[in-house]
């Protein structure tokens, strides 16, 4: 009997290895495009880092990294359901029992305040806060205080938290901030006559880009006023991550973008726990000791748009958020500035906008991380 003929085999060799040739150089291209792993081993133990809307997407994964690094994590959301179930899963799985969850309403003063009280009365130290939940071109709402829900949120939240906090970072120091933005900022404009959108058109997605822009404002000018006190800020783009903050972009709502582009998309899209390694990358790397007021593109450092290295701007925006918000004590003259909290003394301080409505409970859903 004659040897059977491997040539219905060989043909199938070259097809196979080219295609695992393809799949091998896609899945190298994409961990390029995409940034890769924070590169840095250190650990974290005995130190206290507070991440933001923590529930879900890179916020949850910064949470789970760092706690694989023995940190001690305080998850701040505002879904606490989802915001305990989440962190149950972080201890279960780095078998880290130091993460916490506590509630934090990004929408709300109030709520900003209560977390903040609770983590000055509860924690020996803050060594580092990660300001990283967000919303993204969401339905035109208004934060509890009134506030542009984008602006209120991405920005406003963030500022009073991080001034809140400022005495605490200091006392842990050398201590690190963390501002996640965007590089939607390179399109954003601040309108200082109109920053809630209460004479113009509302248009979701220059209100994104004006958020995104105020967190690398807010993050060179909180640098200027941390010199000499041991704290380090600094802003990072994290790139493009499948997350649900990105719902209301319109993104695979039609037939052609869900079968043509998809393939494309999936190529530069990162995954939540590659997302979260820039977070991680700056909370942690030993090269980013001492350094601080730059912005990262994911974790190459770059230079912000030119709007956003705009000194006067940064300082408008420092002052008119200090009187949103209810800070005092923050001269630009007298650096680093003392922080202090006031009460509003009136409902009319609050509120710049009108009253919440039925949009704005709808809104509300998106802050917070969940």
């Given at each position: 009997m004659p040897p059977r003929s491997s040539g219905g085999m060989n043909k199938y060799v070259l097809p196979?290895?080219?295609?695992?040739?393809?799949?091998?150089?896609?899945?190298l291209l994409k961990n390029h495009v995409t940034g890769g792993r924070c590169?840095?081993?250190?650990?974290?133990?005995?130190?206290?880092?507070?991440?933001?809307?923590?529930?879900?997407?890179?916020?949850?994964?910064?949470?789970?990294?760092?706690?694989k690094r023995g940190g001690r994590i305080i998850m701040?959301?505002?879904?606490?359901?989802?915001?305990?179930?989440?962190?149950?899963?972080?201890?279960?799985?780095?078998?880290?029992?130091?993460?916490?969850?506590?509630?934090?309403?990004?929408?709300?003063?109030?709520?900003?305040?209560?977390?903040?009280?609770?983590?000055?009365?509860?924690?020996?130290?803050?060594?580092?806060?990660i300001n990283n939940a967000g919303v993204m071109r969401c339905p035109a709402g208004r934060t509890e205080d009134g506030f542009d829900m984008q602006f209120g949120v991405n920005h406003l939240g963030h500022f009073l938290l991080t001034n809140l906090l400022?005495?605490?970072?200091?006392?842990?120091?050398?201590?690190?901030?963390?501002?996640?933005?965007?590089?939607a900022h390179v399109v954003g404009k601040m309108d200082f006559v109109d920053l809630n959108w209460e004479k113009r058109k509302f248009d979701t997605k220059q209100a994104y880009c004006q958020s995104k822009l105020a967190n690398v404002l807010f993050t060179r000018e909180l640098a200027?006023?941390?010199?000499?006190?041991?704290?380090?800020?600094?802003?990072?783009?994290?790139?493009?991550?499948?997350t649900d903050l990105g719902r209301h972009t319109g993104l695979h709502q039609s037939q052609f973008s869900s079968s043509v582009l998809s393939p494309f998309f999936s190529m530069l899209v990162k995954s939540p726990d590659m997302g979260a390694q820039p977070s991680v990358y700056l909370a942690v790397s030993e090269e980013m000791e001492g350094v601080t007021g730059r912005y990262y593109d994911v974790m190459t450092e770059k230079e912000p748009a030119p709007q956003a290295l705009d000194e006067e701007a940064a300082r408008q925006?420092?002052?008119?958020?200090?009187?949103?918000?209810?800070?005092?004590?923050?001269?630009?003259?007298?650096?680093?500035?003392?922080?202090?909290?006031?009460?509003?003394?009136?409902?009319?301080?609050?509120?710049?906008?009108?009253?919440?409505?039925?949009?704005?409970?709808?809104?509300?859903?998106?802050?917070?991380?969940?």
């Open positions: 196979v290895s080219v295609f695992g040739t393809a799949l091998g150089a896609a899945a590169p840095s081993k250190a650990t974290i133990r005995g130190k206290t880092v507070i991440v933001t809307g923590a529930n879900t997407g890179i916020g949850k994964e910064t949470a789970r990294e760092l706690a701040g959301c505002r879904d606490m359901e989802k915001c305990e179930e989440a962190a149950k899963e972080i201890r279960g799985t780095t078998l880290n029992p130091q993460v916490y969850a506590c509630r934090l309403d990004l929408a709300s003063g109030k709520s900003i305040r209560e977390f903040a009280e609770r983590m000055k009365r509860e924690q020996q130290r803050v060594d580092v806060l400022l005495d605490k970072l200091k006392a842990s120091a050398p201590s690190r901030v963390i501002n996640l933005t965007s590089l200027k006023r941390l010199r000499g006190t041991g704290v380090t800020v600094n802003a990072t783009h994290p790139g493009v991550v499948a925006l420092w002052e008119v958020s200090s009187r949103l918000v209810g800070l005092e004590g923050l001269e630009e003259s007298n650096p680093p500035a003392e922080v202090q909290s006031r009460a509003p003394q009136t409902a009319g301080e609050q509120r710049p906008g009108p009253s919440p409505g039925a949009a704005v409970d709808a809104a509300r859903l998106e802050a917070g991380g969940g």
